[in-house]
């Protein structure tokens, strides 16, 4: 979406026109359909336009998407017609990057500062506004109008180990220090790292007034980046046997989802290797089922019994 705003504006065209021409006047991002077009309009390369963009289909009977040659299972955790930026980013290269469709990717890690939804006007960013850096209201979508609102080192953590997930890791040499993110999350699949993000920062039976709750629709910003903090120190809490026993029926519920779905060993085992710390802490009965599905548990190990 963000090359096509680029290269409608450098040839005189808006996006509302590139929606007409190639969806509908209401349309707030362009289609699958329109790939081709737009590659022989642009004289883009057709493959690389077409991995950057969300290709959705069914999958098992559930909707799922490629995105970057990346299989995501659940959509809702990807943006495409509401999407969020860098203001440092657009600012110095006037382009966006594909990886901000991810909705937990909430930082950037290349100069350590929140991302952005909305215009300080309170409009909400759309792909259809005048140009890449300029809100309808007239404000630039930089850091000059925007400000740049430094990230928690929380959200860089899980923004960073996306992009490394991603294949996109290769953060600038100016960049701030990134807070590490715990080992053992180094080679699961992309979706099995966001889903769990998701798991951990959403899925909870006493969570605080102010969080997010509902576990399946597209978050703002800010509320994704809650998200990625309560679920870094979870994880974080689960890895040193320190979570709380209480909010685990339905972490434990969720995992069993989730190891369903995996389609590599290293998600299995990462999988089952959070069952086995939590299970330590908790009488939750899907637990104990799904650690016995997989008994490599090569991560996260200690000198208590496995389950029998």
Known sequence: MGYALRMATMNGLTFHDLARHLASPGHLSLPVSSINAIAFMFGCPREPLRNAFVVRHFRAGNQAAYFLG????????????RPQLCPVCVGRHGR????WSISLLT???FHGVRLIDRCVC???????????????????????HQGARPADTRELSVSGQIEYLLGSGDVDVSAPPIHAFPEGFDN???DTFVR???IFGIVDDLQIDEHPKSTNRRLQTVDAGVVACLAYDRLSAAISSSYPARRMRLVGKALCNLYDDVSTPADATLISSLASRLQELSASPSIPRLIRKNRQLSLFEDDHDPIP
């Not at 990346?70 to 943006?79: E, M, Q």
Request: proline share 4%.
């Open 122 to 144: 309170s409009r909400p960013i759309l792909w259809r506004r005048p140009s890449i850096d300029l809100c309808e209201c007239g404000l630039r979508l930089t850091d000059e």
């Open 96 to 99: 966006a990057r594909a990886a």
């Open 196 to 198: 769990l993000i998701w």
């Open 188 to 190: 699961v699949t992309i």
């Open 70 to 81: 990346h299989l995501f299972l659940r959509t809702y955790l990807l943006r495409q017609a």
């Open 107 to 109: 930082a950037c890690v």
